[in-house]
Structure formats: C-alpha cells, structure tokens
C-alpha cells in the first residue's frame, strides 16, 4: 500500500519552505509565480491532495485536534490514543485527549469549555462517547467537525469508523461451539457502549444457528473491567452446572475470568475454557495467552483522525476483525448427552 504525501513532501520536492507551500494552498497574495509553479509541479507530481491538515499548518487554524473517550480498559485506550496520534503526528498536528464521564449531566458544557479555550479544529469521539446524545447535539450547534469511532447510532449524521461488533461475536461464539461447548458463559460489556447489545446479538444468533437453546442464567453483567470479570467468573463457577466455556466481551474481564479460574484452582483451557474481546496487549500477557476478537482498534483511531483530517463528509469505513485463536480455548471435558445437546 502506497503512503499518501504529506505537505512536507511537496515542500522537500518544491525546494520550498512548509510555510510557502502553505501559502500557496491557501492562495497567499505574496507568492511569486516561479514559487508557485514549483508548488504545484511537486503537488502534481507527488499526487498530493490539499486536506485539512494542509490549512491547519497554514496558520489559519490551531493546529489541534481532541480525542474524547470515556472508557474503563486503560488498554483499549491506549490503543485508541495511538492511532490517532500516529495519523496526527504525520501531519504535525496536535493531539489532545480529554476523558469524560457520559453519565455527567455537565458533559456538554465540559466540551463546551474544552473547544471554547483550545480552539481545536475538529474532534474525534470514541465509544460511548459516540453516541453520547448532548455531545452530538453540542457539537452539531457548534459547527465543530467531528468523526466518530464506532457508533451506534445516527449514523447519517456524521463520518465514522467502525467494525462489526455482532459478527465478530457470532464467530467467537461458533468458534466455541465447534470445539464441543454447549453451555457457554456470556459477560457483556459496560451498559453505556452500544457495542455491548451488538456482541451479544451475535452470541445469541450463533446459538441460535447451532440449535442451542438461549439460557438467561448463562449472561452476566459486566462493565469492560477487571473486577467486573472476576465477579461474573465466580459467579458463573458457583453454579450447579458451570459453563465449560465463558466468553467475556472484552480482554479486561476476561482477564478476571482466568483469575476466578485459577483462584479456584481450575486448570485453563482443560477445565474452563476462557475467550475475549479486542486482542489488545493485555490478551498477550496473560496465562495462557487468551483466544480473542481481534477490534482493529489503533487501525479504526487513525482511519477516524485520517477522516477528520481529510475533511470528508459522511463518509463510514468498516475494518475488518479477526479471531486470534490461543491456548485459552479447548475442547470442554465433559462430555455432553445427546438430549444436552
């Protein structure tokens, strides 16, 4: 895949400064012919497409973007905040992060202060933020470009990013269903991200194809952490009949999971097998490593910044998942009976 030039390439090819290939973009009345000429000869030559990010280093604008998330897995976030920054750091640009509370009912004048005293250029919402109604609605008075990274809502009004959280659930589910598990545990993820019903649309609508039976008592509630995960693994493993599989709709509370498992002394993948969501760094270090969804997530972060910068309108990029298979996942030990099955 090509790498798309930037203002500094044109500016190298020119012989010319990046302020004077700025000037030039922005049709600066005090740009000699010849220096205009060399711009546009290396634009053209270069194939390079005059974007946002080009005017902001005009000194039009601030030179600054913001990143707004409200999310409990540090590891997640990390991702997130790197993407964009790598997009950001292509074009010079400034990033800013600024987490929130969506629940706050102050969230909208929070913002509000944020691009009042920043004076950023555009802003990129990360879920839940994404569907955060007075934050879209702020943002839409305000005329500030945004691009959201997945969401769940309203998608007509504004460019996203995305990838297909309920698929991506329906092939975990299967994938478990193939190596033998008829009772498989579900943990959902934090009741405020609209990814959470959609990964569980597609658990559902994988036992459903496989002609399972959809067992309440088999779903837990879960807030995308740690703690939340180790609670609905010791809640799954009091049961009469546990689980042999739980599949928890995030790396962070699958991490949980695997601490229940070993606290009760339960031998993973053999007794219990444990899956998760994301693949972020934190699905490499556990033990064993944790079978999971790979989310594209520094992927979705930069196509989200690339968007921003572009200036594009309505315009929404799905990413592809993957299912990572590791030594979390096994075939279950016990053996079902025909009418189980």
């Given at each position: ?19 004077t ?34 005017r ?15 999310n ?10 790197a993407?964009?920054?790598h ?28 691009v009042?005293e ?14 955060c ?14 691009v ?26 299967m ?16 009741p ?8 569980l ?18 779903i837990?509630?879960?807030?995308f ?12 493993l009091a049961?009469?009949?546990p ?9 962070d509370m ?19 097998s ?17 079978t ?13 910044t ?36």
């Amino acid at each position: 895949m090509s790498i798309r030039s930037n203002i500094r390439d044109v500016s190298a090819l020119a012989g010319v400064s990046v302020k004077t290939v700025s000037r030039v973009l922005n049709e600066h009345p005090y740009v000699s012919v010849t220096t205009r000429a060399k711009v546009d000869a290396a634009m053209k030559q270069l194939d390079f497409k005059p974007s946002v990010a080009a005017r902001i280093l005009a000194g039009t604008k601030s030179g600054q973007i913001a990143l707004i998330y409200d999310n409990h897995s540090a590891y997640y976030i990390n991702q997130i905040q790197a993407g964009c920054w790598h997009r950001c750091h292509e074009e010079n640009i400034r990033l800013l992060g600024q987490p929130v509370d969506v629940a706050d009912p102050a969230i909208a004048e929070q913002i509000r202060g944020l691009v009042s005293e920043t004076h950023v250029d555009g802003i990129i919402l990360s879920s839940p933020v994404t569907d955060c109604d007075p934050v879209l609605r702020l943002l839409e008075r305000m005329g500030i470009p945004f691009v959201r990274i997945s969401p769940g809502t309203n998608h007509a009004l504004t460019s996203s990013v995305f990838m297909d959280d309920a698929q991506a659930a329906d092939d975990m589910t299967m994938h478990l269903i193939n190596q033998g598990h008829r009772r498989i545990g579900f943990i959902k993820g934090h009741p405020n991200h609209m990814a959470s019903d959609e990964r569980l649309f597609g658990y559902r609508r994988a036992l459903d194809r496989a002609g399972l039976p959809f067992e309440p008592s088999l779903i837990a509630e879960g807030e995308f952490d740690f703690d939340s995960g180790l609670a609905a693994g010791e809640l799954f493993l009091a049961m009469a009949d546990p689980p042999t599989a739980i599949f928890a709709s995030n790396d962070d509370m699958a991490a949980g999971v695997q601490a229940a498992a070993h606290q009760a002394g339960l031998d993973i993948p053999r007794d219990l097998s444990v899956a998760g969501f994301d693949d972020t760094t934190l699905a490499r270090m556990l033990w064993p490593p944790l079978t999971t969804i790979r989310q594209p997530i520094f992927e979705l972060a930069k196509a989200a910044t690339d968007l921003l910068l572009s200036g594009a309108t309505l315009i929404h990029r799905r990413l592809p998942h993957e299912l990572i298979e590791r030594q979390s996942v096994a075939a279950p030990n016990r053996i079902f009976t025909k009418e189980e099955i």
